[in-house]
């Protein structure tokens, strides 16, 4: 079965830093993988996915994501956070055992803070 | 709109009461995704809708739970006899085939509370 883990539920970080939230996932075959954020009393917003091709995906807000297959991970990282980054990232993929369906199976989520 | 719309985007209700809950996806997406957000349980599938196909409904956790879709357009999300456990953020997706590749678009959600 699909699954992912997100092992922090919560990350701190100052304005300026680096940031990770990292994330890792147990598939069968190739993994297709996601990182949405969703703010206070919003729905997700997607931020990147990894299909195939370069295991360093470039998304919205200057987010990026590495995928490491040897690792099972696709952890998330931005270079210079911002307080704006403050919000509950999620990790998920895409479920294969269900035919077509392209349901997602999301991770419990983290909570990043990012302070001035 | 450009995005997925739900509406309402708060409901209180009474135990034992129905309600439903609606979903507009984004024009010319065929696949349409419900999810539920709780505390206890988090993210979770509940429905999938493409096309004329038969939905997939194995996300559904009782036969309180169905949904409706209309063509490629809106859904509702039908709860029945509600308990407090469905206390939750019932949150809908589209996407434009449904395929494993595409992308999920999220609405802002309804918040369920059952007293």
């Known amino acids: 079965a699909q699954s992912v883990a997100q092992p922090e539920d919560q990350v701190n970080v100052a304005e300026g830093n680096p940031l990770t939230v990292k994330c890792t996932y147990s598939v069968s075959g190739n993994p297709y993988l996601f990182w949405y954020v969703q703010y206070p009393n919003r729905g997700l917003q997607f931020l990147l996915k990894y299909i195939t091709g370069d295991n360093l995906v470039k998304g919205s807000y200057g987010f990026e994501a590495e995928f490491n297959k040897s690792q099972t991970s696709f952890h998330l990282k931005k270079p210079s956070a911002l307080v704006s980054d403050s919000a509950l990232y999620f990790c998920?993929?895409?479920?294969?055992?269900?035919?077509?369906?392209?349901?997602?199976?999301f991770g419990q989520g983290t909570t990043l803070q990012v302070k001035p | 709109g450009a995005g997925v719309s739900q509406s309402p985007s708060n409901k209180v209700t009474e135990k034992g009461k129905d309600v439903e809950l609606r979903c507009d996806p984004i024009?010319?997406?065929?696949?349409l995704y419900w999810y539920r957000q709780s505390l206890g349980q988090g993210l979770e599938f509940l429905i999938y809708?493409?096309?004329?196909?038969?939905?997939?409904k194995s996300g559904l956790p009782s036969d309180r739970f169905s949904a409706e879709r209309t063509g490629e357009s809106v859904s509702t999300l039908t709860i029945q006899r509600t308990q407090q456990e469905d206390s939750a953020v019932y949150l809908c997706?589209?996407?434009?085939?449904?395929?494993?590749?595409?992308?999920?678009?999220f609405g802002p959600g309804t918040r369920l509370t059952v007293l």
């Open positions: 998920a993929v895409r479920d294969r055992g269900s035919g077509n369906t392209g349901k997602l199976i």
């Open positions: 809708f493409q096309g004329n196909s038969a939905p997939d």
């Open positions: 997706a589209s996407s434009f085939e449904g395929g494993r590749r595409d992308t999920q678009y």
């Open positions: 024009s010319g997406h065929t696949a």
